[in-house]
């Protein structure tokens, strides 16, 4: 679909949710309007990517709660339209546009960024920018905005707004490799505990603890033990334990200090959810318990754990039943490298060996579940996709992984295609790593594949459904890790 935006000299196509994409007709052509005076816009084809959803937009940027868009090549990737809407949609638009208009200029990083903030409030550019700040702050300014840590790039975005008033650039914070052995001692010294920290992004500015908004409060930092409960717009519940907020920019960094118990409850009904039968929840424990024995210093740099599905999802903790559950759940034998479950495996399970190419090369047999709406699955990536995932991952495989030819090129690992397609385009761009493709004339890649994730260990799904027909824990485990793997 195209949107026929003046002046536009090419319309962008739109993609992802392409009618409700349609109410960003007139923002849109405002913001074009508004930034002509930063440069001319390139010819070319571009793409509105509006997301379905928060979590596909954060998962392919790898982004913070407070990005609201961003470009890959042409792609301008947009959160969905219920966030978008309540977000000053001009001021977003505008500072996007500008990234494009300059990206022929090839500024150093610092320099495009400022000039984006910039145009979020003003029409033109002033007659003259005040000088450049310092070698050394230009550097650390860059690399702040490439990748520096959450408190670094809050720092960077301050910093750039100081320069553009003309006004003095705040200092910059501690290094960032003095916070993170700050953070491994920290952890090491938990013992028997685990540490779980939300970045600031994910967090309100208002953000409410038993009751007490804290941006009303004094202080900087906050310590909370024992119950605490948030408020409605964190999406979190209730955590047991030690909570300690820190105000960082304009959100709050979240450190929970919990057991492992209180850990694996709080995951399972993260990750399976309260309603989810009870042998489910006892199967999904039993993983967690012997993955997070493998991660006793957390699987972090800074020696935490992270509430998103690359440790495992918090939304609060677990429900009495689910704690029930963990505590009475089997002890799996297993090596804790490889103690992994996903959504769905769609009747088609792989090894670790065929999705890393390490590990062992047993797998187990996997149920179709009928109500899975992932059970099968086709997608069509077009030429232009194809030839960024090319560009993205290298050929060449594992001794036994799984791969996947594209054209006359490859074999590329379909795990690291995935991954590089999730995050370029919404990672229901390609499901799962069960699945297999053929590249046509026109250099279109046509795929079909079962399940969602990495298709290794404890099916989610399956494990829901042969719990609702009898089966217990125990058995659910044996067909996804195998007899030898349970005590």
Known sequence: ?????????????????????????????????????????????????LHPDAASFEGTMRATPRRGAQWIGSILHLRPWEQMKRRDLGALLRHELVHRRLAALRLRSWEEEARCLHAETHVRPPSRWPLPPAAVMQERLDRALRGGATREQAWAYGALRAWVAGKPLPPPPVQLGRT?????????????????????????????????????????????RGEVRFGENTHLGRLRGTVKATRAGRGWNLRWVTTPEAWVAAATDGELGRDAPF?????????????????????????????????????????????????????????????????????????????????????????????????????????AQVKLLKGSVRPGLRPGQKGLMLGASGPYPVEEL????????????????????????????????????????????????????????????????????LE
């Open 1 to 49: 679909m195209l949107l026929w935006i003046a002046p536009l000299p090419v319309p962008p196509v739109l993609s992802g949710d392409p009618e409700a994409a349609l109410h960003l007709e007139e923002p849109l052509r405002a913001a074009m309007a508004a930034t002509e005076g930063y440069g001319p816009w390139p010819s070319g084809r571009w793409e509105l990517f």
């Open 180 to 224: 993170l052995e700050t953070w491994r001692k920290e952890a090491m010294a938990l013992g028997n505990r685990v540490l779980v920290t939300w970045p600031a992004e994910r967090l309100p500015e208002d953000l409410e603890i038993n009751g007490q908004r804290l941006s009303q409060l004094r202080g900087n930092t906050f310590l909370f």
């Open 279 to 383: 042998e489910a929840r006892r199967a999904l424990a039993s993983v967690l318990k012997r993955w997070i024995e493998g991660h006793p210093r957390g699987n972090h740099a800074d020696g935490s754990l992270c509430p998103l599905t690359h440790c495992a999802v918090i939304r609060g903790e677990g429900s009495e039943a689910t704690q029930q559950a963990m505590r009475t759940s089997p002890d799996l034998k297993l090596d804790a490298r490889w103690a992994f479950f996903c959504g769905s495996k769609g009747g088609v399970s792989l090894s670790p060996r065929e999705a890393w190419g390490d590990g062992p090369d047993i797998k187990e047999g996997a149920e179709a579940i009928p109500s899975d709406r992932w059970q099968i699955w086709e997608r069509t990536l077009t030429a």
């Open 418 to 485: 995935r991954l590089a397609a999730g995050r370029a385009f919404g990672w229901p761009a390609w499901p799962s790593n069960a699945c297999e493709g053929e590249v046509d004339a026109e250099g279109r890649l046509h795929l079909q594949g079962h399940g969602w994730g990495h298709n290794v260990g404890l099916c989610l799904a399956t494990a829901s459904w042969q719990a609702r027909r009898g089966q217990k824990a125990e058995t659910i485990l044996a067909g996804a890790f195998g007899l030898e793997a």
